[in-house]
């Protein structure tokens, strides 16, 4: 097999990296290669919006040049994997425009840590992944550059915000794509893709350098095909950074128990949310059945009560608006962004610039956000909505004395086709089984387990953890993987290699 024909984007961290110890290719052809498949096939799905091929090129150097001296090992972790990165992460000298117009012409100035944390450890920037605006919705249609298509069904969205990220690695284009959670970024495009999707706890992963949505609220996590990747990922990309104050330092291979199995482990299941309204026959028969699975391997079910997490859209819808306001404040077209030319004043600068430069959801939350913080409603709505992030995050530390983990479905529907979703309240539905950690800051992850038998689409599952020990949910996911199998290359893609 030539090595343009390798399938380097549908391999494993470890295949690539045996591939490349044996000398079958080097780093230098699996850059190469990655570029020229991303070039021909995405051109159908539209995952990236930038292609770095002189960076990968750049990067293959190094590796290759390790493995002459005669150690893979030194060039780090993930030496020579293709990785692709969502385009709200900065990375030197490449656009970073959160898929708006107000930023499509910034460039970078710098690296974000998580971005830099992946380069350090040897891996193949490929280039930046589309998503919703500023992270603002569930299935990248508010994309300025156009939407992302699923690479399992054309028709269907693949989920969002990261759906640039998650249609990459479902369509073997890179083995693994870093994206950010704010709500369900990474966890329900995963989901809609057929992937696994990591929203490690708050904390694990610095976000200096990441174009903040919700500064309370978002996260930075892999997306890959195995279990095992995305541990091997977030090994790279995890602990303390001097430049997030929230960062932690944690010295935790995540890899450590997959093997172990989960004999002995308590799962938590919430009786509530398998009968929340909305939840479809399909995604509710994948997730029991996964549930069984876990305890025909050895654990022990428990039922749990969340009473406070459905309070948690509402509150979320509060909380992240706010945020979201004060954090694109930011983008006044005097600084960096979009400026609307011939105006006399600036008011009136400032007025055009941010109508058009923003897109119709950004809009929408900017204007949500500054009416919640306004005198006389700020009392009303965020006090309150900070209250009720206490009794979940209570909630939540009430169950896990009782489980170790705790499994959900992640949406309560397989991938919907576009435009079939207009009302935005529908569609922040979508996110209604995910937004409760991110409210409490616990780690969660979507691990699929097989097909709607309606929709014949990909279903994942929900697996949520106590905060910082997200070793728990990959000792659960790894279980999973080993019934339901890794992921497989979407089928619209599986014969493009």
């Not at 398998?274 to 039922?303: I, N, S, Y």
């Not at 997200?470 to 014969?495: C, H, I, K, T, W």
């Amino acid at each position: 097999m030539t090595a343009i024909g390798t399938p380097f984007g549908a391999m494993s961290i470890r295949q690539l990296q045996a591939g490349l110890a044996a000398k079958e290719f080097s780093a230098t052809e699996v850059a190469a290669a990655s570029i020229e498949r991303i070039e021909r096939d995405d051109a159908r799905m539209h995952a990236f919006l930038e292609l770095t091929a002189d960076m990968a090129a750049d990067a293959a150097a190094k590796v290759d040049a390790a493995l002459a001296a005669g150690s893979l090992a030194d060039a780090g972790p993930l030496a020579g994997v293709p990785v692709g990165f969502k385009d709200n992460m900065n990375l030197l000298n490449t656009h970073t425009t959160c898929a708006s117009n107000m930023l499509a012409n910034y460039l970078s100035p710098y690296t974000a840590t998580c971005v830099a944390y992946t380069l350090h450890a040897g891996a193949l920037p490929l280039g930046k992944l589309n998503m919703d605006e500023f992270a603002f919705g569930s299935s990248t249609e508010t994309s300025a550059f156009g939407p992302t298509l699923n690479p399992w069904d054309f028709e269907r969205v693949p989920g969002g915000s990261s759906g640039g990220s998650a249609a990459a690695v479902a369509a073997g284009l890179v083995p693994v794509a870093l994206g950010s959670d704010t709500g369900g970024s990474i966890r329900q495009p995963a989901s809609f893709c057929g992937i696994v999707g990591v929203k490690p706890t708050y904390g694990v992963v610095s976000r200096y350098g990441v174009v903040a949505f919700g500064s309370s609220l978002d996260q930075v996590g892999p997306f890959a095909r195995t279990v095992e990747d995305a541990a091997l990922a977030l090994n790279a990309i995890s602990g303390f950074d001097e430049h997030d104050c929230t960062s932690q330092a944690a010295d935790v291979d995540f890899t450590a128990n997959l093997a172990e199995g989960v004999r002995g482990m308590r799962i938590g299941v919430v009786p509530a949310f398998m009968e929340a309204e909305g939840l479809t026959d399909e995604v509710r028969d994948r997730v029991a059945e996964a549930a069984q699975k876990l305890a025909d391997l050895g654990a022990e079910l428990v039922e749990i009560e969340l009473p406070n997490a459905k309070a948690a859209m509402s509150a979320y819808y509060v909380l992240g608006p706010c945020e979201a306001f004060s954090n694109l404040a930011r983008f006044d077209s005097v600084r960096y962004g979009y400026c609307d030319p011939g105006h006399a004043d600036l008011g009136a600068q400032y007025e055009a610039s941010r109508a058009k430069g923003f897109g119709p959801e950004a809009r929408r939350r900017i204007m949500l956000g500054s009416y919640l913080l306004s005198a006389g409603v700020y009392d009303t709505y965020y006090y309150p909505a900070q209250q009720v992030r206490t009794l979940i995050t209570q909630d939540y530390e009430r169950a896990f004395q009782k489980v170790d983990c705790i499994l959900t479905p992640v949406s309560p529907r397989t991938a919907f086709k576009f435009g079939e979703i207009g009302d935005p309240t529908q569609m922040y539905l979508s996110d209604m089984f995910t937004i409760s950690i991110n409210i409490a800051g616990n780690g969660g992850m979507s691990v699929p387990v097989g097909l709607g038998a309606n929709t014949n689409l990909p279903v994942g599952v929900q697996l949520i953890s106590p905060a910082f020990k997200d070793v728990n949910m990959f000792r659960a996911a790894a279980a999973l993987e080993s019934v339901y199998g890794p992921a497989p290359v979407a089928p619209q893609f599986a014969g493009t290699h």
